[in-house]
């Protein structure tokens, strides 16, 4: 059983950056894709950025390329996002995903999730 647990959202103003993390309980993600979606209210989940086991490859939204980096540390068992040029419509609960698949702009969510940390950026 995988456990995952973000931590880092908080709120900011528009323009600011934050940098999220999810810490994984096991050294098996090490082998998984691992992603973020988020989630603003009213909202379907939506796909935002995934990163490949060995971390070499990134994929993202197109709504946040070039404003976000995920990242991963396999000996920490943990994964980031980095978040620059926040915008309001970047509001959302943000999720951790193990197992994230899919390729190009079409992105699936795997069987694991975190429990999720908001952001909220203000205008």
């Known amino acids: 059983q995988v456990q995952l647990v973000e931590s880092g959202g908080g709120l900011v103003q528009a323009g600011g950056s934050l940098k999220l993390s999810c810490a994984a309980s096991a050294h098996t993600v090490s082998s998984y894709t691992m992603g973020w979606f988020r989630q603003a209210p009213g909202k379907e989940r939506e796909f935002v950025a995934a990163i490949g086991w060995s971390g070499d490859t990134t994929f993202y939204a197109n709504s946040v390329k070039g404003r976000f980096t995920i990242s991963r540390d396999n000996a920490k068992n943990t994964v980031y996002l980095q978040m620059n040029s926040l915008k309001p419509e970047d509001t959302a609960n943000y999720y951790c995903?193990?197992?994230?698949?899919?390729?190009?702009?079409?992105?699936?969510?795997?069987?694991?999730w975190g429990q999720g940390t908001q952001v909220t950026v203000s205008s």
């Open positions: 995903n193990a197992g994230t698949h899919g390729s190009g702009s079409t992105w699936f969510a795997g069987g694991y």
